[in-house]
């Protein structure tokens, strides 16, 4: 991430000499939304990395996130030097729940609960961590230009109550092979579903383009204990060239 503030940096200049200069270019940069996901690839592929993790060798899940928080405050204050006035930040989801992670682990017969515990314990942990970070981010700036989403809660429903949204499949990817189609990447030679509209997972990590847009709708009008401070909506509508 310090490598992509860095391009945030070279992007700024470059900008300021296509658009006549830095004012310009800093009106640009205010209204502009900075979206930034945080945490899924820090839990899956690192500290509960199989088979045996160095991360969790060191510290103990909590410790690892405290930490985590710490370093991406430091990223976020960084953003609104740079000249970010709308910054969403999106938490990570039901990671145990994930057809890699049901692959790996399985689950037990009580489809609500059975994703994994620990690493689901962890991404709730990290939503509600990131949550209030965010919120004391704000208040130090006095203004709310952070939002967080927490996908947790959001894919809650999706998974535990699937029908609702429309989906027939929750657990098992669209593309893939193995367990869940949880195992290995989506190639020519993976079984492949017939309607990716009606599966939650496209493949054993990523949600399908319907998944996706039924969170982005959450994002965009969800109440408050799913997206605080404000929607993304609410957010967009509010004058942040300062």
């Not at 991430?1 to 004012?23: C, D, K």
């Not at 965010?134 to 939002?147: A, F, K, P, W």
Request: with cysteine; glycine share 8%.
């Amino acid at each position: 991430m310090p490598e992509q503030i860095a391009s945030m940096e070279r992007y700024q200049t470059q900008l300021a000499a296509v658009v006549g200069g830095e004012e310009q270019a800093r009106k640009l940069v205010n209204r502009a939304l900075f979206f930034i996901s945080l945490g899924t690839w820090d839990l899956v592929g690192n500290y509960f990395s199989p088979p045996f993790s160095a991360r969790a060798g060191q510290s103990t899940v909590a410790d690892f996130i405290d930490y985590l928080i710490s370093e991406y405050a430091k990223i976020l204050r960084r953003l609104v030097e740079l000249g970010a006035r709308r910054v969403l930040v999106l938490g990570p989801g039901q990671l145990g729940c994930l057809p890699v992670e049901l692959a790996i682990r399985g689950r037990g017969s009580n489809f609500a609960t059975d994703c994994g515990s620990e690493i689901q314990t962890a991404s709730l942990l990290f939503n509600s961590q990131l949550t209030q970070i965010t919120q004391q981010l704000n208040r130090e700036l006095g203004s709310d230009i952070y939002v967080a989403a927490n996908r947790y809660t959001i894919a809650y429903n999706f998974i535990n109550n699937p029908d609702a949204y429309g989906f027939t499949e929750a657990s098992v990817a669209c593309c893939g092979q193995g367990p869940y189609n949880g195992v290995g990447q989506c190639t020519p030679a993976s079984n492949l579903c017939s309607n990716r509209d009606e599966y939650v997972y496209w493949d054993s990590y990523h949600p399908t383009e319907r998944s996706a847009e039924a969170i982005l709708e959450v994002i965009l009008t969800g109440p408050p204990n799913v997206i605080s401070s404000m929607n993304l909506n609410t957010m967009m509508a509010a004058n942040t060239e300062t």
